[in-house]
């Protein structure tokens, strides 16, 4: 029992150095791309473009890299840690689970990998709209038996 909460204690801890490692090196490489981009620019662009301007593009990128990227990054860990763990109680609660679980997974895969879906610009609600007709048309057509009642009914509501 103590050896899992010492275990625990130095994942976590090796999570934590590995984390701020990961946004130190990441915010020195922003902080010197920045920089050597900022003085190879033209002399025209600092007579046209204010210093408050520069510094405060450049204060906000890095203070992104430094406060909200390490808190997205964790929550992201979390998430995904917490979904292994679900998956992994469930199956070894019900080993069944994993007959349905795996194949389906692979075809989530293919069809993300094959049939991607193409991202519009979303500035118009009319590509907004077309995306999900096709999506929802593409969908349908998996279930034939519904595809003619709810597909006319779609496209009447759409129109």
């Not at 490692?21 to 190879?40: P, Y």
């Not at 979303?122 to 969908?139: A, D, K």
Request: glycine fraction near 4%; charged fraction near 10%.
């Amino acid at each position: 029992m103590f050896g899992c909460v010492v275990a625990t204690g130095i994942l976590v801890l090796l999570v934590a150095f590995m984390l701020a490692e990961g946004v130190l090196r990441s915010a020195t490489i922003l902080h010197a791309s920045i920089l050597k981009s900022g003085l190879r620019a033209p002399m025209s662009f600092f007579d046209s473009t204010p210093i408050g301007r520069i510094i405060n593009r450049f204060s906000k990128d890095i203070d992104v890299v430094d406060n909200q990227l390490p808190r997205t990054l964790h929550q992201w860990i979390v998430c995904a840690l917490s979904i292994l763990e679900t998956v992994v109680v469930i199956s070894c609660s019900t080993p069944m689970f994993l007959v349905v679980v795996l194949p389906m997974s692979v075809f989530y895969y293919l069809v993300q990998v094959h049939h991607p879906v193409p991202l519009l610009p979303l500035r118009c609600p009319h590509h907004f709209q077309l995306c999900l007709i096709l999506v929802f048309i593409f969908v349908l057509n998996f279930f034939p038996a519904w595809c003619i009642i709810y597909k006319h009914a779609f496209i009447c509501l759409c129109t």
